[in-house]
């Protein structure tokens, strides 16, 4: 599959949290001019309307969304195993982080999704605060990618320039742990100043420790995004311990990028 033809996948258990995770795809799937796959994973102790959660799901995403292509899948199995084989078709997997009344969605699925899917993924951490259609959606905060010089900084980059610049909205290039040369930096930023002139782009670098420095940063960004690293030379890339405490802890929604 054409990965522009490729849809975006939320995940919804019928929670508020969930809710919120499907308000954020819709917005993505609608900006992006992609079918947005509502996808519920049926479990035995699941409602007893499995068809219902989706659907119900669905004629939200209409209505915060009313131009968008819906479709609705009810799959039997665990969230996680059924998100993961979705995601090797989907251009964003979405779903909602830490869950606090209940519902599929816990801290570890969606980590386990950001360290082992095959597309990037949205954690929409604390989703219920977007759940309600009267609450808007951040609209003018930074959208702040987490750089080191690796390439999957450079996968970051690109998804962030991508959203901020479909939302008009500023990019924050954050290094931590130890400052670098600002020529280094340069360089690496200078092939994404080219090709994206209207972002304003700021650079920050701070002495801190990753994990403190991405979740502080994220609590005035609109979209925390962090790539996926190779962990061992064997596997493909994904997410190192500090990356999946982040998702985990930050405050803010958190895209863990791939390669493709």
Not at 149 to 176: C, F, I, K
Not at 189 to 210: I, K, Y
């Amino acid at each position: 599959m054409l990965l522009e033809h490729s849809p975006v996948v939320v995940g919804v258990d019928g929670t508020t949290a969930s809710m919120g995770a499907v308000r954020w795809a819709a917005d993505e799937a609608a900006r992006h001019d992609r079918l947005l796959r509502i996808v519920h994973a049926l479990t035995w102790e699941g409602p007893a309307d499995g068809q219902g959660v989706a659907l119900n799901a669905a004629a939200e995403a209409r209505d915060w969304q009313p131009g968008i292509a819906v479709e609705t899948m009810t799959l039997g199995g665990a969230p996680a195993r059924i998100l993961r084989e979705q995601s090797r078709t989907a251009h964003l997997v979405v779903i909602g982080g830490r869950v606090h009344e209940g519902g599929q969605f816990d801290a570890s699925i969606s980590a386990h999704l950001a360290a082992f899917a095959h597309c990037p993924v949205l954690v929409v951490n604390n989703g219920w605060r977007w759940a309600d259609p009267i609450t808007a959606l951040p609209g003018h905060a930074p959208v702040v990618v987490g750089v080191d010089g690796s390439p999957s900084s450079q996968r970051a980059l690109a998804y962030g320039y991508g959203e901020a610049s479909s939302r008009h909205v500023p990019l924050v290039a954050l290094h931590a742990g130890r400052a670098r040369p600002h020529d280094v930096v340069a360089a690496e930023l200078e092939p994404w100043l080219r090709r994206h002139p209207e972002v304003e782009t700021r650079f920050d670098s701070r002495d801190t420790g990753v994990l403190e420095t991405l979740t502080e940063a994220a609590r005035d960004a609109l979209m925390l995004i962090v790539g996926a690293h190779r962990v061992g030379w064997y596997e493909r890339p994904r997410p190192n311990p500090v990356t999946q405490l982040v998702v985990r802890h930050a405050a803010s929604p958190v895209l863990v990028t791939r390669s493709v």
